[in-house]
């Protein structure tokens, strides 16, 4: 089993549609979690760290439910520019896990 | 650009063959960090630097990686004997280190390594 767990997608949605990405995580000792985005051929760059009460940003919402071990990642009113693969990072002590990511397409 | 900057870009060498990346973090970030990439798959942990530090080598790194940055600034990666396996994205990231976790990882554009 792997540390982080992602489903991969993909998933294909119309503009304007409210996704909701999961991601599970082994290690009940986990300090710290991210959501990173990435596209294509480009560096995964930060979207949003999760925090234990949930945190919103925009069109963005993200949870974490320690005692389930997962988090989630929330998208609002879809635009096509969200088309990209989110990966999932948890942190201990330095040592970061991503997951494999979820792959989402916005189409128009 | 005070962005993570890494070189080369791009690499493509034989079976064998020796490579060394460098990777150059954001001026004031103690944290350093490199991951390897393949296709489909996230990020894969290969180890980290507090300043000069090595703290944490991954299991997974053979004894043909070695990593070093000898003055808490740059970075280098090495790859000795070069295998077509060895092929992938090499990602740099740093950050501040902020205690008590929330430590975000601005990365680098990567080098990509072609082993043929």
């Known amino acids: 089993r792997k540390e982080v767990e992602q489903d991969p997608g993909p998933f294909n949605v119309p503009e304007g549609a409210t996704v909701a990405f999961n991601c599970t995580y082994s290690?009940?000792?986990?300090?710290?979690f991210f959501w990173y985005r990435q596209d294509c051929r480009k560096e995964p760059k930060l979207l949003m760290s999760?925090?234990?009460s949930g945190n919103e940003d925009g069109r963005f919402t993200a949870q974490l439910n320690r005692a389930s071990q997962y988090i989630s990642l929330l998208i609002r009113d879809s635009k096509l520019s969200d088309s990209a693969t989110y990966l999932c990072?948890?942190?201990?002590?330095?040592?970061?896990?991503f997951g494999d990511g979820t792959t989402l397409t916005v189409k128009p | 650009d005070t962005g993570v900057s890494q070189n080369p870009r791009h690499k493509i060498t034989k079976r064998g063959q020796n490579v060394t990346f460098r990777c150059d973090p954001i001026?004031?970030?103690?944290?350093l960090y490199w991951y390897r990439q393949t296709l489909g798959q996230g990020p894969e942990f290969l180890t980290y630097?507090?300043?000069?530090?090595?703290?944490?080598k991954s299991r997974l790194l053979s004894d043909r990686f070695s990593a070093e940055r000898p003055k808490g600034s740059f970075s280098t990666l090495e790859i000795q004997r070069t295998e077509q396996g060895d092929s992938a994205m090499y990602l740099c990231?740093?950050?501040?280190?902020?205690?008590?976790?929330?430590?975000?990882?601005?990365f680098g554009p990567g080098t990509r390594l072609t082993v043929l």
């Open positions: 001026s004031e970030h103690n944290r």
């Open positions: 630097f507090q300043n000069e530090a090595q703290l944490e």
């Open positions: 990072v948890v942190m201990i002590a330095g040592k970061s896990t």
């Open positions: 290690n009940s000792a986990s300090q710290s």
């Open positions: 999760v925090y234990s």
């Open positions: 990231a740093s950050s501040l280190g902020a205690r008590g976790g929330g430590d975000t990882q601005y």
